[in-house]
């Protein structure tokens, strides 16, 4: 039996699975003091008997296995979390070998076994919610190096008319200062899902999201793009940025994918919804 | 044995070696219209009784063993190699087998192998000359996805002082319109070794190289940055590099590698000077 946890800043969801990436018990609960949530996760896990455990966590997140603070939580808005020491805790109480990476690349690995990306070598998956964040999976891996990526911060180019001065408590005008959830509010005054209807703030979204999408193709050149997270549940924005991504490449970047024929195939929704967490967990696990 | 080409834009190095990564032969050549070029390869190699051969090559280049293009140029400011069929071209004369992959990445994996990276599992290799390019190693591969990274494209924040125009003729102020040496030396009106003196010139140039530095830390969280080529040859650049990359990511990314104490380890040099690409073209065809 293996275990698996989707540590997520609202919710941890739980599972046990097999070899063969079946789930087999699940349970959520809510993401509160690290005190109650941990022995919670020890309570469901103890009796279990799980061989190995795969984490997918909120971050940042020290993901480095060589690190004697694998496992330990960052500098998380989650305040009650930062230098909490998730993966030592539960290895002490859980005695099994745990494998952890951050949600999103777990979210990236889930989608290209499971998901939207299973016919390619390596994807993207970009989370749009409360926060930006982006995970990436290249042949066989997910993408790690001296930290994770946090591709959420990265600097855009300000719209010429776009006067918000950003919610990043780090940068302010970052891509997640201006384009996640809570800015989106800020600067009109109104939740996403009570704008539908206002095309100027889906034409500004659209902007700085394309503009992200564009530097992380110059970069990384993923062979698709998943779009998650709660604000792409505003299906509008899915042609703005891909007309956006299309205009800004300019042509430079050579494929049939990059251009009006076949971008609905490259810039594209989750394939898995709730499961795509803990499935992906469940994978860490089986490695 | 083994050749081994890196195909520039203005010089072709041609060698033999063995599997060990030794060079025991090597000349270069001009970079002319193909058909004088690629004659003098062929005529180079075709009696060294090579078993293989690994390329690497200026962009962009189809670099996708798959694809049936597989090391054909395409829009190359070079106007004769446009769609010049270069690996088709040698491995029907040489006939042998090919490994091709662009010169900024056989870049990253030389300093991987042999140079100031072979210490660490991922590096990223720009270069700052005529244009900007990067190449990345990561886990043992270069990255490559859809088509090869194109870093040097991305778009960056304009400093509010800097009114240039830049010189992309696909994107006009992206990072290499604003920062690559002819974008230098329009702005200014002299070459860069000229403008040593000069130090408001250095100050605007490590400005826009810290930005893209700092958001491909942001994507793609390499353990060493490595930069050459032409610009960075006034070494005047490296510690305001590293200076304006601090306060960018603002604490954000914990890592000892970002504070002052080591981001001398971090941004770094070239550890391999002129045969580089040669021996990591080698290194490929050892594969």
Not at 94 to 100: F, K, R, Y
Not at 189 to 195: A, I, M, N, T, Y
Not at 247 to 262: A, F, H, I, Q, R
Request: aromatic residues 8%; charged residues 25%; negative net charge.
């Amino acid at each position: 039996m293996l275990g698996a946890i989707e540590a997520g800043g609202t919710k941890f969801v739980l599972a046990v699975g097999n070899q063969s990436g079946e789930i087999l018990d699940k349970i959520v609960i809510p993401t509160k003091h690290p005190d109650i949530t941990v022995a919670k996760v020890i309570e469901y896990f103890k009796d279990k008997k799980i061989e190995r455990l795969g984490l997918g966590g909120f971050g940042p997140i020290d993901i480095n296995q060589d690190s004697p603070s694998y496992g330990q939580l960052q500098k998380t808005p989650k305040t009650d979390w930062v230098d909490y020491p998730l993966g030592a805790t539960l290895k002490k109480e859980l005695n099994v070998p745990i494998n952890i990476d951050t949600d999103v690349n777990v979210a990236a690995l889930s989608e290209a076994k499971f998901g939207n990306a299973t016919d390619v070598d390596t994807c993207l998956y970009i989370t749009v919610g409360t926060g930006i964040g982006a995970g990436a999976y290249y042949h066989g891996q997910t993408l790690k190096g001296l930290s994770h990526p946090e591709m959420g911060h990265v600097k855009v180019r300000r719209h010429p008319e776009d006067t918000y001065q950003g919610t990043c408590p780090y940068h302010g005008d970052c891509l997640e200062g201006l384009a996640a959830g809570p800015s989106l509010e800020k600067r009109w005054g109104e939740k996403g899902d009570k704008l539908v209807d206002s095309p100027e703030v889906w034409e500004l979204e659209a902007y700085y999201l394309a503009q992200a999408l564009t530097n992380y193709i110059y970069v990384l050149s993923p062979e698709r793009i998943i779009l998650g997270g709660g604000v792409m549940k505003q299906k509008q924005l899915f042609p703005l940025i891909r007309k956006n991504v299309i205009e800004m490449l300019n042509g430079y970047v050579s494929s049939p994918y990059l251009t009006e024929d076949k971008i609905d195939e490259y810039i594209v929704s989750p394939g898995l919804t709730d499961e795509a967490g803990v499935k992906g967990a469940l994978y860490l696990a089986m490695q």
